[in-house]
């Protein structure tokens, strides 16, 4: 884009780890809370809404990218969501076509992927204003970070809340399910557990940093 | 400073009386009521106090520590939070379980709104809230009352290794002997067959039931006790009972061969317990005296509902959660007109 050269970003690392750690979209941003919630109560489950917000995601910023100068700015985001509504429309019927039960696990929330926030987002505040290429790298991050904070979520329900991982039974036969954690309220609890966590290593490597900043300046 | 003047400012109270006293009397009131505990079912209630007590002050310690508030144990509200679970809880309970009954009410219920002060619900029932949901299974399994040899041996159940079902009490409960044991509470039976339990026997806590709740009689004299010292606010246990007395009231009128009636609904359950020890908790209550009226009517009698037309036998830790939930709305809605202003504003 000749007019808008300085909004570009080069094509770093960083471009793809930001999804994973600094921008996660689930665990910083805070964005599709709804799928979340609803579908980690499995670690199979977890794994295929985040493959499939994933391929949502990489292939509908990939179009806006490539048509960002042919969108009016006036009806953008209708044309975002017509967009990704075509590739969620795909990953509808190729769940239906693969797993019937995964289907039906999945339900509603496979449809709902239009209304995710992440790719929207993604499609608004990136995928319209940079090149295909640090596009490509910077929603297969996001895509991964979700996925990432889907499995851990599932993960961690599935563990407590069955006692199995990926359906594999990891304990002893009479080991106590917790069933809290595959009910709506477990899906909170978990959340709030990572937050904390990831909140807590954030603010210790800021106040860090900081420290450091400050013995520097005090060394000057 | 001359010994004659003192100059203050408000409030000018009476009596010097510093948190940690208040909380220090109220597990003197409680004592008598573990005593009791232990003395109906035997160390393993013992063993459950002990366990909640003591991750319950670990819990509290730990998150002290590490949000660097120093040692936040001296003020004892963390000891009564501890043995009100243990109280609430069936006497063959999974120490496991009641470990992380301790811990989760304690961490989410209280540190994590900032300590003593700032939690809005009742740790204790958040605590066991939560292995309510977890649990369903463990938490209403009951165990006979004043077993043979209960000073001797355990419940089996409760040294069930961690992360494992609770090893089952069906067969121990068997040896025993015992002639009419069912497996339920007198609350459950009531539910389920209509049938009450002779009132004076849940009045003085000769049933089954959870490790502490059992006694109405005790509890009822420790929270007078209470009340007297001045030590808790008189209006939230009287309206507890009221309300529940009341909202049970018509309905055993209209069938009493069905419905329980007030006097089993008082004695009956973790009703009196937690009408003097947790609805009356400083923090999560309002605070207001007309706050506190309402709140204790809500409570007594969404706990009537949620026994008599709720899927749970019993009801009130979840009023009182919710009562907690409402507490500081009552607050603001119940604040009194400051004199001299006008009624509308």
Known sequence: MAELPNTEERLTPDTFLRGLWEENPVFVMLLGMCPVLAVTSTTINALAMGLATTFVLVSSSLLVSLLRSWIPKQVRIASYIVIIATFVTIVDYAIQAISLELYAALGAFIQLIVANCVILGRAEAYASKQRIMTTLVNSLGMGAGFTLALLSLGGVREILGNGTILGISIFPADFQPWIVMILPPGGFFVLGGWLLLFNWLRLRKERKEAEQIGVTAHAR | MDKGIEIRTSPHLKRVISV?????????????????????????????????????????????????????????????????????????????????????????????????????????????AFVQAAFPVAITTWTPAFAPGRFMELIPSTLTLPFMQPNPVKDWVAGLHLDGWSGATPL??????????????????????????????????????????????????????????????????????????????????????????????????????????????????????????????????????????????????????????????
């Open chain 2, 188 to 345: 459950a039976i009531q539910k389920f067959q209509h049938i009450e339990a002779p009132i004076a026997d849940a009045f003085s806590g000769m049933i089954a039931g959870s490790a502490g709740e059992t006694s109405a009689l005790l509890i009822l004299i420790c929270g007078l006790w209470l009340a007297w010292q001045r030590m808790l606010d008189w209006r939230i246990p009287v309206s507890v009972l009221a309300g529940a007395a009341l909202m049970a009231l018509p309905f055993w009128l209209m069938d009493s061969g069905h419905y329980p009636s007030p006097w089993f609904v008082l004695s009956s359950g973790g009703l009196m317990l937690a009408a003097w020890f947790m609805a009356s908790d400083m923090v999560a209550s309002p605070v207001t005296a007309r706050g506190v009226v309402i709140y204790g009517l809500f409570i007594g009698s969404l706990t009537v509902i949620i026994r008599l037309f709720g899927g749970l036998v019993e009801g009130v830790m979840y009023a009182i959660l919710l009562g907690n939930a409402l507490g500081p709305l009552i607050s603001s809605w119940t604040q009194p007109r400051v004199y001299g202003t006008s009624k509308k504003s």
């Open chain 2, 20 to 128: 940690d006293k208040i909380m220090r009397t109220v597990v003197l009131a409680l004592l008598p009521i573990c005593a009791f505990a232990v003395y109906q079912f035997g160390l393993s209630a013992l063993l459950l106090l002990l366990t909640t007590t003591g991750v319950a002050m670990w819990t509290e310690w730990f998150f002290a520590r590490l949000s660097g508030k120093g040692n936040t144990l001296a003020d004892w509200s963390v000891v009564i939070t501890g043995l009100l679970l243990g109280l609430t809880l069936p006497p063959g309970f999974p120490l496991w379980m009641a470990a992380v009954a301790a811990f989760v009410g304690v961490a989410l219920g209280k540190a994590l709104f900032g300590g003593l002060g700032y939690n809005v619900m009742n740790p204790a029932l958040v605590g066991r």
